[in-house]
């Protein structure tokens, strides 16, 4: 007999008066992802987390723009910025117990972000981030994440990020073959195209890398996951050398390109970028991509938000 997956309460509000050191958050979400068994059907938090008043530090700004290549010294955040501000939010919630991930290993596929208008620097703003829904994934349970900011009393800024965490699925497939999704698995979204059929994306720049990236990102932006900061520790999760952040790569991609302020923005990171490395960004008309050889690491396009 066929089960309904289980029914997500409605989020309760919790207003912070600051925003959350990320050192011992991080630590928590270590210490206890050796205890998290993932599974698809396992509640998420019910907590909406709100942080009012928030005002930008400019020499924090100023470095994420350097260290992402976006001109410094304009009013207008990066389009990515607030999903910075917002990431000691995010790991409030999926490190503590609640959370039913794993916080290590935890590898971040995608992300959709919708400016509803450009935001400046000299405003204050309003944060929220709740966890939306878990879901079975071909390679093991994926959660949904969703941050928003406000100016003004108005949402300005709001993004979708999917999370995965991989291991064995619970429910073998009609062929016995145990790699099977099971009955509820969440229709997946339709993956970005390849733009242009077979004819790839003519390139537009090449960029080399340098070995300290991840940890130049990690220092603006807060994520210090081991596998981004040196080879040693990103050898211990099975990476033959560090590897960047997916969210330094779209950012570094959207500097290049440029996004209007009114836009909606989607990319999907399919391929880590090694470090060092050479990556050639390509571009045509809404859509880009970042690739290696015949290996793409990040595809995404950038459209007019009606």
């Known amino acids: 007999m066929r ?26 979400g270590a210490l206890l992802s050796p205890f998290k068994r993932p599974r698809p059907d396992a509640p998420v938090p019910a907590t909406r987390l709100v942080l009012p008043g928030v005002r930008i530090d400019l020499a924090h700004l100023a470095a994420y723009e350097r260290a992402c290549g976006f001109p410094t ?27 039913p991930l794993p916080l290590l290993g935890l590898v971040h596929t995608s992300i959709e972000i919708t400016r509803h208008e450009g935001i400046t620097a000299t405003q204050e703003h309003e944060l929220e981030v709740t966890v939306e829904k878990s879901a079975p994934h071909r390679r093991g349970t994926e959660v949904t994440v969703l941050t928003g900011a406000r100016a003004r009393g108005r949402l ?8 995965l965490a991989r291991h064995r699925p ?15 698995e969440t229709p997946p979204r339709a993956p970005l195209p390849s733009p242009g059929g077979s004819e790839p994306l003519p390139a537009v720049a090449e960029w080399h890398l340098a070995p300290d990236v991840g940890r130049r990102y990690g220092a603006v932006s807060g ?13 211990l999760f099975g990476f033959p050398r560090a590897v960047a952040h997916g969210m330094w790569t779209v950012a ?8 209007g ?3 909606e923005i989607r990319a999907e990171f399919r ?7 050479t990556v050639t960004y390509a571009e045509r008309g809404p859509s880009f991509e970042l690739r290696s050889g015949g290996r793409v690491h990040l595809r995404g396009d950038v459209r007019p938000h009606a």
């Open 3 to 28: 089960t309904q997956p289980p029914v997500r309460p409605e989020p309760r509000t919790r207003t912070l008066a600051a925003a959350p050191s990320l050192v011992p958050l991080l630590a928590r």
């Open 73 to 99: 010294g304009a009013d207008a955040l990066p389009v990515t910025y607030p999903h910075v501000l917002a990431f000691p939010l995010a790991m409030r919630i999926m490190a503590g117990h609640a959370f």
């Open 156 to 163: 300005v800024w709001e993004s979708r990020s999917t999370y």
């Open 170 to 184: 619970r429910t073998p497939d009609r062929t016995g073959t145990g790699t099977g999704t099971g009955e509820h």
């Open 223 to 235: 994520d210090r996951n081991p596998i981004h900061l040196h080879p040693l520790t990103a050898r």
């Open 252 to 259: 570094r991609c959207l500097a290049e390109y440029g996004p």
């Open 261 to 263: 302020q009114a836009v």
């Open 271 to 277: 391929a880590p970028v090694l470090l060092p490395g």
